[in-house]
């Protein structure tokens, strides 16, 4: 016989909020731990689809058919609780065989003897119809089976809890989810001990499944949907929080999602950057914005006195964490002051390679590559060019009467006269011994003569101190030597250049001579 009434509701109930659990999101239904947590809704529904006919029918028969017809989703549903926190916290979307199979072995047990329980009473010791007003009920007095499948669903249950729980508390930006996964199974034991105890207000109905019911939508809203699953905090603790670089993951919005400890370390050095300060729009303008919007890579960052490197990665739209930059910061302060002095040197090492140790103008070898530029050029572009080939007069008799050493001083005295004499586009060089030159762009022939004269009267009033006379001076001679149609190439100015040279010194010294075409 058929009877409608109240007590049926909660049943109902918790098929309905089953069945809507069981509509999980395609993207949330590929990450771990979500196949459990449908296995953990399809117990719930057989649970109470079974419930459900038992509170229809007046039949004892038909009630205990549907009270052993629930008893696979009452007994597995502790062990879906379980596989779900495993595989959360392993990455894994099912349990392995082995693992599964040991599980279950209570709960067969439990399903075996609810379907001979009449051979023995081990589950059931009486059953019987209790009417009441508008409702005929079952009532029932457990077996001594019945402590034990209780007691394994409770540690099952506890234990699951205990593991995510720890998992969870592993970083505060999982609070909300911590809750909700204490909370959830606290719904459920509360419920069902209300059932088990002589304060239920309904003790013909078992409310726990409906309790189950509930607890699966704490889980959906504060677990799936803020997408917690896409983020194992396993992961989080035993690799990400003991990486030395600091890992930030930011939403579209450009709000702070989570950090490891070393990115809290580093940020909390600049105020600007304190967890819950960054405002999502400073996010999305500030020097990061080229990452989260995908226009660039990776950025250099300065946070307080030391620069990071940072690297950003879109999580894909179809994989977990989708919505989602996880950005890496590398200190690379260490590094950047290194390639700093390594820079240095080698900006040494290449002036001391085209630089006289003496006097500090060029030497040879850089004013000969200098000057073959400047004539390629000249060539391209017919622009003037001149050369100024000087030799000190005399300058053996200071180093044999004075010593090398103010030799040595009349030749750095030289050389700081010349290059205060040229312009910034100039080339001085020492060629060697007491021979200088000087290259010229853009010179005409005049202005080479006169630069010339310049300097040939400036040397011949430079001194320097000795210590056997007060003072010492010399004078120097000077070649002259332009670009023309005959000097086609650098060689070939050099070498008039010389020629003036000589015919300066043939001329008594102290001199300045151009080569004439």
């Not at 699966?216 to 003991?242: D, F, K, T, Y």
């Amino acid at each position: 016989m058929l009877q409608l009434t109240l007590w049926s509701l909660p049943s109902l109930a918790a098929i309905l909020i089953s069945l809507y659990a069981l509509r999980l999101p395609e993207r949330v239904s590929r990450v771990p731990g979500s196949a459990a947590l449908g296995a953990v809704a399809w117990c719930v529904l057989i649970w109470s689809a079974g419930q459900l006919v038992g509170t229809l029918s007046t039949s004892l028969a038909v009630k205990m058919l549907a009270s052993k017809l629930q008893y696979p989703g009452i007994a597995l549903l502790p062990v879906a609780w379980m596989a779900f926190a495993i595989t959360y916290i392993r990455r894994r979307q099912r349990l392995r065989p082995l693992t599964l199979t040991l599980l279950c072995i209570v709960p067969a047990i439990t399903v075996s003897l609810a379907w001979t329980n009449d051979w023995h009473g081990l589950l059931w010791a009486d059953v019987r119809l209790n009417a009441l007003p508008g409702f005929v009920a079952l009532a029932i007095d457990y077996g001594p089976w019945f402590t034990v499948s209780a007691g394994y669903a409770y540690l099952l249950v506890a234990a699951a809890t205990l593991i995510l729980a720890f998992e969870l508390s592993a970083s505060p930006q999982h609070r909300r989810a911590l809750v909700a996964v204490i909370v959830a199974p606290a719904i459920v034991v509360a419920l069902n001990l209300l059932h088990l105890t002589r304060w239920n207000p309904f003790p013909y109905i078992d409310p726990t499944p409906l309790g189950f019911a509930l607890g699966m939508i704490v889980i959906a809203r504060n677990v799936l949907r803020s997408g917690l699953l896409q983020l194992s905090p396993v992961l989080h603790r035993q690799v990400v929080e003991q990486l030395a670089d600091g890992v930030i993951i930011v939403d579209d919005d450009g709000h702070l999602v989570d950090l490891n400890p070393a990115a809290r370390k580093l940020l909390s050095t600049d105020p600007t950057w304190a967890t819950g300060s960054r405002s999502g729009r400073a996010l999305r303008e500030g020097p990061l914005r080229g990452l989260l919007t995908g226009e660039a890579d990776s950025v250099e960052l300065a946070i307080g006195e030391r620069t990071y490197h940072v690297r950003g990665t879109r999580l894909e739209p179809e994989a977990p964490g989708a919505g989602q930059t996880v950005l890496v910061l590398r200190d690379i302060t260490e590094r950047l002051e290194a390639e700093g002095a390594l820079r240095q040197v080698k900006q040494e090492m290449e002036r001391l390679a085209h630089t006289d140790a003496l006097t500090g103008l060029h030497n040879r070898r850089y004013f000969l590559r200098r000057m073959n530029e400047e004539s390629e050029r000249v060539k391209r572009h017919g622009h003037a060019l001149s050369v100024l080939l000087l030799d000190l007069d005399h300058f053996k008799e200071i180093n044999d009467t004075h010593g090398h050493d103010a030799g040595d001083r009349m030749l750095e005295q030289i050389a700081r006269v010349i290059e205060a004499s040229k312009r910034d586009s100039d080339v001085a060089a020492r060629l060697g011994g007491e021979e200088f030159a000087l290259l010229l762009p853009e010179t005409s022939v005049d202005g080479a003569l006169r630069l010339a004269e310049r300097l040939r009267v400036l040397i011949a009033d430079t001194t320097i101190s000795t210590v056997a006379a007060a003072s010492v001076g010399l004078t120097t001679s000077i070649g002259v030597a332009t670009v023309s149609p005959s000097t086609p190439s650098a060689a070939a100015l050099l070498q008039r250049a010389d020629r003036a040279l000589y015919e300066a010194k043939r001329a008594g010294r102290n001199a300045v001579h151009c080569a004439r075409d």
